[in-house]
């Protein structure tokens, strides 16, 4: 199957990897040089531009940061999709508000594709075994036209009807907790060091522990290496909080503990640290209270 990845970042790379392991055609798009290398010596071919992808892709995957990088790529100056054949889907893999997702899944139908409405959770490493969860919503013609790069990139996938916007309303619950449990997760092992306690020893006491949670076992250990390398980046949560954020305000829904953790992230963020590792807005923590932090090995 011809297939075009349009982002190469820590998910995308996984996902297109992932597709050229099952034996798929993969032409991938990202505007990092190192990223169009890497995908070329596996196999894959790169392009810098939407407009470089081949006319006949048979399905398309979309792993950029927003909605607003999803219409330059889609229907932007050097955008791919007007060109695509009929009957080819669309996977948008993007967080982004479900009104969005559905009217980007309008636009694409509008043009004789299919549309999936399909955001992704398992984190970097996942993506690279093609053991991803998929949360998805669209027509059973989507989802039979995506299922060969479904069964090549996720370990499940979660069928959640025919209309677009059903995906990214469940992977924007999924953010609300994932953003709450990293800054939880932060605000807890800052407590623990400025009381003293050994923070190698405490992340194995507490994830063997009933206070453990998927994010600390996964995050806490960036924070004891001194590892901020970007996997997630707090800006992501600075993004998909907000969008939790801007729902809740549009149903009248309070959401207390996710305003907090956004205002975490976003101190963060303006802290200079946005780029770096969602695990560390504990420097948040660091700055008010004068920590020091582990610097691993």
């Keep these: 199957m011809r297939v075009g990845?349009?982002?190469?970042?820590?998910?995308?790379?996984?996902?297109?990897?992932?597709?050229?392991?099952?034996?798929?055609?993969?032409?991938?798009?990202?505007?990092?040089?190192?990223?169009?290398?890497?995908?070329?010596?596996?196999?894959?071919?790169a392009a810098a531009s939407p407009a470089g992808l081949p006319v006949d892709l048979e399905a398309l995957v979309l792993l950029v940061v927003n909605a607003a990088q999803v219409d330059a790529v889609l229907f932007g100056a050097q955008g791919?999709?007007?060109?695509?054949?009929?009957?080819?889907?669309?996977?948008?893999?993007?967080?982004?508000?479900?009104e969005a997702a559905r009217t980007l899944a309008g636009r694409i139908e509008g043009l004789g594709l299919l549309a999936l409405d399909a955001p992704v959770s398992g984190g970097p490493l996942r993506a690279r075994e093609g053991?991803?969860?998929?949360?998805?919503?669209?027509?059973?013609?989507?989802?039979?036209?995506?299922?060969?790069?479904?069964?090549a990139i996720a370990q499940k996938v979660w069928?959640?009807?025919?209309?677009?916007?059903?995906?990214?309303?469940?992977?924007?619950?999924n953010q609300l907790l994932a953003g709450v449990h990293i800054a939880a997760a932060a605000e807890a092992l800052a407590l623990g060091i400025r009381a003293g306690a050994d923070p190698g020893m405490l992340f194995e006491v507490i994830s063997a522990s009933a206070g453990s949670s998927?994010?600390?076992?996964?995050?806490?250990?960036?924070?004891?290496?001194?590892?901020?390398t970007p996997l997630s980046a707090v800006n992501i949560f600075v993004k998909d909080l907000g969008i939790v954020l801007d729902q809740a305000r549009a149903l009248t829904f309070p959401l207390p503990l996710a305003a907090a953790a956004h205002q975490l992230f976003l101190a963060a963020a303006a802290s200079g640290h946005g780029a770096r590792d969602d695990a560390f807005v504990i420097r948040v923590w660091q700055a008010l209270t004068g920590i020091e932090l582990p610097h691993g090995d």
């Design 5 to 45: 990845v349009i982002g190469l970042g820590s998910m995308g790379m996984g996902v297109a990897l992932s597709l050229v392991r099952a034996g798929h055609e993969v032409f991938g798009c990202d505007v990092r040089e190192a990223a169009q290398a890497e995908l070329a010596a596996a196999g894959g071919r």
């Design 80 to 98: 791919c999709v007007a060109r695509m054949p009929k009957g080819a889907v669309v996977i948008c893999s993007v967080t982004m508000a479900p």
């Design 131 to 151: 053991a991803l969860s998929v949360m998805a919503s669209g027509s059973g013609a989507a989802f039979a036209a995506a299922e060969p790069v479904l069964a």
């Design 159 to 173: 069928r959640l009807g025919e209309a677009a916007g059903v995906g990214s309303t469940v992977k924007m619950v």
């Design 214 to 228: 998927w994010m600390w076992q996964n995050r806490v250990p960036h924070i004891l290496a001194g590892d901020d």
